[in-house]
Nanobody
Framework: QVQLEESGGGLVRAGGSLRLSCAAS????????MSWFRQAPGKEREFVAR????????IYADSVKGRFTISRDNAKNTVYLQMNSLKPEDTAVYYC???????WGQGTQVTVSS
């Protein structure tokens, strides 16, 4: 059983920054792609970013490209999402996800005020 636990969400003003963390249990963290998704009120969950198991390859949604950075520390079983130049439309619950599986975190709320 894999558990994913996000942290780092909060309230920030437009233009500000936040760093999300996702700590994973288990011994196979370094074998999997990891990703971040988000879900705004009344909207479907959407893809934000993904990183390969080794960390060599990343992909981002167009809406966050150039502002968000995904990274990982396989020694700590943790994936991060650095969010800069935040906009009100980034307001959502952010979820950590082990790509290709049904493992999701419980989510962390990010609210960006204008």
């Amino acid at each position: 059983q894999v558990q994913l636990e996000e942290s780092g969400g909060g309230l920030v003003r437009a233009g500000g920054s936040l760093r999300l963390s996702c700590a994973a249990s288990g011994r196979t963290f370094s074998s999997y792609y990891m990703s971040w998704f988000r879900q705004a009120p009344g909207k479907e969950r959407e893809f934000v970013a993904r990183m390969s198991a080794s960390g060599n390859t990343t992909i981002y949604a167009d809406s966050v490209k150039g502002r968000f950075t995904i990274s990982r520390d396989n020694a700590k079983n943790t994936v991060y999402l650095q969010m800069n130049s935040l906009k009100p439309e980034d307001t959502a619950v952010y979820y950590c996800h082990r790509w290709g599986t049904n493992y999701w975190g419980q989510g962390t709320q990010v609210t960006v005020s204008s």
